[in-house]
């Protein structure tokens, strides 16, 4: 944990339902699109609360071992080694699972316990449960709309938790944050947010996600290292969003329009 506190800017009350949730030892579910500040959200309560913060990647392969330990041979012994999810319950980190729908649901099952009442965390391998350390919390986060029907929390996870829900911010606030996170200019971060809210706004199928604040501080960034905006803005926003020649031809007008040669 840095020194430093994280960037964020708060946009409505989640700093303070955060910080009740924890003083209650609940733990919280963090909703919203891809790039919109959960992570970094996450990093900044950590600070304020002075608890160390462990980060899981969810994805389809991750197994419960994979969060809670097994047993590794190291120098022809077999050793337990604890998973990150175990080693926040040992010592009172703050676990964070992001897009946990992508783990298997046998998987965070395993989590129901540690998210109730008892705050404690089966371990089969070794026979043993853990009751949660003083500091410890569960946060999880997903992306309710680009998640399927069939990747979605068990109701039984949901009810377990305090939910945060996450949006691109207001306009000057996002200007603010690409601002501070990239060193650019306003006028720069200005423009690449209104070009941002126009990708936003289109209803055209072919685009999963729309560029998040993320993909705004990157472009700037680019501008930065002197790289044209529009160039810039080709790389970093309208590249990754698809695939598609005619999605493409569409945000190329767009581009032309707010981010003109």
Request: a negative charge; charged letters at 25%; proline letters at 6%.
């Amino acid at each position: 944990m840095t020194s430093e506190r994280p960037y964020y800017q708060p946009v409505g009350n989640e700093e303070r339902v955060f910080k009740a949730a924890y003083a209650q030892q609940l733990p919280v579910l963090l909703k919203g699109p891809t790039g919109c500040g959960k992570t970094r959200f996450v990093e900044a309560m950590a600070h304020d609360l002075g608890r160390p913060l462990i980060t899981v990647a969810c994805h389809d392969d991750l197994t419960t071992a994979d969060l809670v330990g097994r047993y590794l041979l190291r120098g022809g012994d077999t050793e337990w080694v604890d998973g990150p999810l175990t080693r926040a319950v040992r010592t009172g980190a703050i676990c964070y699972l992001d897009e946990v729908v992508e783990a298997r649901q046998d998987t965070t099952v395993v989590l129901h316990p540690l998210a109730d009442h008892r705050r404690e965390l089966p371990i089969e391998r070794l026979g043993e449960t853990l009751t949660a350390a003083p500091g410890f919390c569960l946060v999880v986060s997903y992306n309710p709309g680009y998640q399927s029907v069939l990747k979605d929390l068990k109701d039984s996870t949901r009810q377990r938790m305090v939910g945060i829900e996450f949006d691109y911010p207001s306009e000057e606030v996002e200007i603010g944050i690409v601002t501070a996170e990239s060193g650019t200019s306003r006028q720069v971060a200005a423009d690449l947010v209104r070009f941002a809210q126009a990708i936003r706004r289109l209803d055209v199928p072919g685009i999963r996600e729309v560029s998040s604040t993320r993909v705004l501080i990157a472009a700037a960034r680019l501008t930065e290292a002197g790289l044209p905006l529009p160039e810039a803005a080709q790389a970093a926003i309208v590249a990754p969003l698809t695939d598609d020649r005619a999605v493409g031809a569409r945000l190329a007008e767009l581009l032309a329009l707010y981010l003109p040669d």
